[in-house]
């Protein structure tokens, strides 16, 4: 059984008078483990896919299933729930919390799973922090990191739970050649030390080279789905 | 390590010249609110007092007859033996710690004439001693003048001399009818007159001694009230159903002030309206933390998004809003408490001299005021400040709860 299963999924907005169709029709099974990349140009539905597969948003038709359960009838509490205990996501702008320092916003989903106590949440933290080459970095508030360091909390927040899938939206597209092929690398080692799931969408060839597989999307459609060894 | 209720205080601390600006607002608005408490305060003390003092007292120990025609003040309805019943209440511990003063009294309707000039008063009849702490006029008397000290002395308001043109050392012949029913005429000699600044003394009363009274009335020893001061007029309605228990006479009746009169309705109306007035001072103020909320939560979607992507729940969102909005509430009502609590403390000690107004209004009030405040205030005031501003904090918390992810993350 794939660990996310999306079976014919469709999904279309309406823009003003008009009806755009943003997914028409997707099927794609994920298993676990996999180091996945949707590529395509903009507007071929990636962000959106993701979005789907990520519960924040909804499929007009077709359905998610995660696990072998169907996604599609969960209220937005049980959503919630369900994003909280098994996805992450890494954003294009890393979306730190300002106000919090890095350990503190490492810890956050932590605190929202509210499962561990003080000192495991900061034990777990630093563990990732180190593990994202932040050391020594863990009382700096984000406007004190560089756009690297940034996203490398990001990612240091995305694993702290260990989630069984990770969503990136074009994870590498702020940062420089160098800072992106160590953000790669970084989740390269994630995914094969942790056995975490990563689907991310990206323009970047550096990333869409790391994959081992790549689904190529166009016009709201599957155009290519290509395994890599 | 950080909690919901700590994020949303860093959040505070994120815009200072927007936070102070919520401070400022709500400590005005409460410094104002607990000011207006500390005179409304000071009022209601003043009004109590002087209004219970100069009528039944705090607590008023009667006949059951006398209560149901008390308007009329009927020098009929008499309590026998009131020393016996003096003596058991001040017995009773409980009750006489409660107690500053005991005293038995006759008020009773005259009408005094000189020289074709004919003018209705009110004579309060009581010990003289006693009655020195408790109406205190001998505080009043105008120079040429003294307190009453033997028998047909009498002392009367100074406007109530001037209408009807009596001085010091004139006689009057005061007619009134009797707990017999029958006329009684008996001549008093005045010895003072006392100006207290207060319409309701100076226009029409005068005093003269109980055994006087008691004399001119025929009651023999008996008294139409026994008047009880009590050093904390809160405590009415406990002290009045402590002494009701002691006593067996059923004929007799023991009513707090708060049953006697306008005096507790008037004080509990001044009360509600002051308290509306101070939600609507406070609202006032605490409005611009609504502003301000609605202002973060434009500026703070993306974050919101994040949060929800994370596994906030809507009713997460909502809290951490709301707690955003009552910690500004709060410290700025911690702040203006202090303010206010600063002024009413100024002013208890040096007083608000209301001299000015006083000859034109008939309240019964001291000339000065001294604003006070209790902890049930201070409280009240943090509170009412911490609960407008969670509820003017209601729509942006709201807002921020129900938006909707996706388009919260793709905000710029």
Redesign the interface.
Known sequence: MPLLDIRNVKKEYRKGDKSVTALSGVNLAIEKGEFLSIVGPSGSGKSTLLNIVGCLDTPTSGSVLYNGRELGGLSEQQLSDYRRDNIAFIFQSYNLIPVLTVRENVELPLVIERKYSKAEMAQKALAVIESVGLGGMADRLPKELSGGQEQRVAIARALVKDPLVVLADEPTANLDSTTAEDVISIMQRMNTERATTFVFSTHDLRMERHAKRIITLRDGAIEKDERRQ | ????IR?AM??V??NRRRSILAFVSVAISLSVIVFAQGFVSGFVQSFVKNATKNDAGHIRIAAKKFEERSRFLPVTYTVPRPDSIIRAIERDPAVAREIELVSPRITFGVLLSNNGLNKSALALAGDPEKEKNLLLLQKSILPGGRYLSGPRDLILGSALAKNLRYRVGDTVRMMTSGSDYALHLKKFVIVGLFSTGMNVFDDRMLQIGLSDAQDLLRTGDAVQQIIIMLKNYRNADMVANRIRAGISDTSICVTSWTHIGDTYTTVVLVTRIYEWIYVVIALLGAFIISNIMMMAVLERR??IG?????????S?VLIMFLVEGMALGFVGSLAGVALGGASVAIFHAYGLDLTAYMSRISIPLDNVLYPTIGAANIIYSVVLGTVLAALVSVAPARQAAGMN??DA?KSV
């Open positions: 390590m950080f909690s919901l994020l860093r959040n601390g994120r993306k974050e994040i949060l929800k992507s994370m596994g906030f729940r809507r997460q992810v996706v993350i």
